[in-house]
């Protein structure tokens, strides 16, 4: 076990409010094994929470951006999970990205970022070529508002299980992920811990 008290926080990208979502399994997946090493994961599913459209860090009355940025700005590690559409990540997690957008601002004004040492890493689900978008798109993001992102911190994944409209559980799913993905999600796991404890 890696001896150390960080915490991390994924925003999850999902659309699905009701329904099955593969991408919100996958991040219990990774969160349960996180546990076990010490790293203690909170699930923001997005789409439940009332976020306002905009590009700074408060739009106002009844807008809960403001508590997962807090959430956001505590912990040690930022995680953005998505499901493919169209070949790019979901409106929940571009939305996450506009609201970043002030921390960007300050950035270009000469202060030092807000997410300066902490560790980013994406989890997806869906075809590996928009897998390959996603990661490369909120990389350079993460790139522009001081966010590490350490080699191997991606877990994406793609199976038939996951096809739009298949039928599934959320128990065959956890099997899916075990067998073929258990390997991939420790990597990041310990990528994501080690630039976290050394805070560059």
Not at 19 to 32: G, H, K, Q
Not at 53 to 60: K, V
Not at 61 to 66: A, H, R, T, V
Not at 153 to 168: D, H, I, P, R
Request: glycine residues 10%; contains cysteine; negative net charge.
């Amino acid at each position: 076990m890696v001896e150390n008290n960080t915490n991390a926080v994924i925003l999850l990208g999902t659309l699905k409010n009701t329904d099955l979502s593969n991408t919100e399994v996958l991040c219990e997946f990774f969160a349960e094994r996180a546990a076990k090493e010490g790293l203690s994961c909170e699930i923001v599913k997005l789409v439940d929470r009332n976020i306002a459209p905009g590009t700074y860090s408060d739009m106002g009355s009844g807008d809960e951006w403001p508590k997962i940025l807090q959430k956001v700005l505590a912990a040690g590690v930022v995680i953005f999970a998505t499901p493919v559409w169209w070949g790019g990540h979901s409106s929940e997690i571009q939305r996450v990205i506009e609201r970043l957008d002030e921390i960007h601002d300050k950035i270009l004004e000469g202060e030092k970022s807000a997410l300066e040492g902490k560790a980013g890493g994406v989890i997806v689900t869906g075809d590996s070529d928009g897998a390959q978008h996603i990661i490369g798109n909120v990389g350079n993001f993460f790139n522009a508002v001081g966010l590490l992102f350490p080699p191997f911190a991606t877990l994406s994944v793609f199976s038939e299980k996951l096809k739009k409209g298949a039928k599934t559980s959320r128990e065959e799913l956890l099997k899916v992920y075990e067998k073929d993905y258990g390997k991939t999600a420790d990597k990041m796991l310990m990528q994501l811990l080690k630039h976290a404890a050394r805070g560059d």
